[in-house]
């Protein structure tokens, strides 16, 4: 039996007292001086805790029997953040920003490795360090932000970082959301990814339902799903959409690039359910961007790696260089909201000095240079339609005017990361979806703002229309109002002039 479970599992059976044996637990060396653990004995009892605290104490943690301003990390088991903040608040004690809230997962862990272990997402209730030093405000450090601020329905007034501490419900939405959105119903599919969206904003797990009380964006469908995930450990919905026969073969066949829902729906109602079937059926026409799609499948749905990326970098400027010297190429997208992962490289390219011929002819140039060398795989260069003088979309996701260009690339595997992976036999390259965008210099801080998402993006323009009366989108900000159009060189200055504390790139995680 796992000796961890054992004070667990019987807490009432009592061991008979040795008698004579001294009360005190003998003095431990002290390994880990840096930490100075509390163990919670709410919802544990203290049976358990006193259990833990010996075992901890043994493995050379400092475990203090009571709380005190020299506490490091509070480790509770079965509590929400929420539920450790209110008890703090109730203990009177002043949450440094040093604190750690963590779940006994993490003392376990680290007690198995005989060492602390690192601190995740999955270990940590309450992320205490990022909203206490935010506010500079003395009072407001003072009390408990995390748990009693009002959470906005808006993304863009939310911090949301790749740190997920509720991975299960937010696997579940995305899941349903997709779902709707292949059955094209739009309203639904919002529903859970707003819903998704909020979640991943929280700085706590959700493990009750009293957790989500005042969490906007959480209707009764999906607070049904909740409950049942937290009194089943799954939804029975997502259960059936993960098996539903028409779920699984949309998302095998938008995996190919160029498949969209139209062609998914008629592969579908044809009878397939294979990529192979489609791919050898001598009746279907596939257009240049599918035939693509297929070609390099493998390597397209093996997701691109940050190194793989910055070596795309890499090529990227040398190309843009040497014919703009002065150009800037910002890599954006989900590499730029810090994600490890992501499903192409996209890059933003403007340059302070180039008329606009120049900037019309490097995209064309750049394309040529790479297809000489070779590289090229796959190319859809759309021209811009930009027009200075437009007032901004009112759509919130209308795509945006300015020349770009859709790539499929050959990377080399020897310029990843110096080469010290490059595969010594059989295929050297891989195939790698990238995507260009050349933006007027005076224009840059919009199209960053736009291309750096997530559907972020999406919220700042419903915030801006509904909110300030203003128009935003990729190329500008108009202020209905004022009845003019607002300047930035920076994403801070769109924030500031929406009246928005300024988010970071990778708080935009929603
Ligand atoms: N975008 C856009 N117009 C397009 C295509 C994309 O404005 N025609 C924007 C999207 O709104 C998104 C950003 O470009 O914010 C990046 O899009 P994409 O590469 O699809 O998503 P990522 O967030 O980078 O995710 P991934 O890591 O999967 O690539
Ligand atoms: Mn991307
Ligand atoms: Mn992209």
């Known amino acids: 039996m796992d000796p961890l479970q054992m004070a667990h599992s019987s807490p009432r ?45 043994r493995k050379g943690f400092r475990v203090d029997n009571e709380l005190s301003d020299s506490i490091t990390h509070i480790v509770a088991e079965n509590n929400s953040g929420s539920d450790v903040l209110e008890w703090l608040q109730v203990q009177n004690i002043k949450a440094s920003s ?35 030093t935010a506010s500079p405000n003395p009072e407001l450090q003072k009390t408990l932000p995390v748990a009693v601020k009002k959470i906005s329905q808006y993304a863009c007034q939310r911090r949301t970082t790749l740190n997920n501490y509720n991975n299960v419900f937010t696997d579940a939405f995305e899941v349903l959301a997709e779902n709707y959105e292949f059955r094209e119903n739009e309203v639904f599919s919002l529903t859970f990814m707003r819903a998704a969206s909020v979640l991943k904003s929280l700085p706590f797990t959700i493990i009750s339902m009293k957790d989500t009380e005042g969490i906007p964006c959480l209707g009764d469908q999906v607070k049904c799903i909740i409950e049942e995930i937290i009194e089943d450990g799954e939804s029975s919905e997502v259960k059936a959409v993960l098996n539903d026969e028409r779920y699984q073969s949309f998302k095998l066949f938008t995996s190919v690039f160029g498949v969209g829902l139209k062609t998914s729906e008629k592969w579908f109602r044809m009878g397939f359910r294979t990529l192979s079937k489609i791919k050898s059926d001598k009746s279907l026409k596939f257009t240049p961007m599918q035939k693509a799609g297929f070609l390099y499948y493998e390597d397209l749905v093996s997701c691109v790696t940050r190194a793989e990326a910055e070596a795309v970098g890499v090529l990227v400027k040398e190309a843009v260089r040497a014919f703009l010297p002065d150009a800037f190429v910002t890599m954006t997208g989900g590499f730029r909201r810090g994600k490890k992962i992501g499903h192409d490289v996209d890059f933003l390219i403007t340059s302070p000095g180039s008329t606009d011929e120049d900037e019309e002819q490097l995209l064309p140039k750049v394309i040529n240079l790479w297809e000489r060398k070779g590289l090229l795989l796959y190319c859809d260069l759309v021209e811009s339609t930009f ?24 990377l080399h595997h020897q310029r990843v990361d110096g080469g010290k992976y490059s595969q010594q036999e059989g295929k ?37 229309s509904h909110e300030r009366k203003m128009i935003l989108d990729n190329h500008a900000l108009y202020d209905k109002t004022k009845k003019i159009f607002l300047k930035a060189e920076s994403e801070e200055e769109i924030f500031a002039h929406l009246g928005l504390d300024y988010i970071e790139p990778w708080e935009r995680n929603a």
């Open 98 to 132: 040093q604190l750690e809230l963590l779940d006994i997962s993490w003392l376990i862990e680290s007690m198995g490795a005989g060492k602390p272990v690192e601190m995740t997402g999955k270990h940590q209730l309450v992320s205490m360090r990022r909203d206490y």
């Open 387 to 410: 027009e200075k003088l437009k007032l901004p979309s009112r759509k919130v996701d209308a795509l945006d005017h300015f020349q770009k260009c859709f790539l499929i690339l050959k």
């Open 428 to 464: 050297t390259w891989k195939a790698i979806r990238v995507d260009l965008v050349m933006c007027p210099y005076e224009r840059r801080a919009f199209a960053l703002l736009g291309w750096t998402g997530s559907r972020f993006e999406r919220d700042l323009r419903r915030y801006a």
């Open 13 to 57: 059976k009592k061991r008979p007292r040795q008698m004579g044996a001294p009360m005190l637990s003998p003095p431990h060396n002290i390994k880990f001086q840096d930490l100075v653990l509390y163990i919670l004995e709410k919802k544990m009892g203290t049976t358990r805790r006193a259990f833990l605290m010996e075992l901890a104490r």
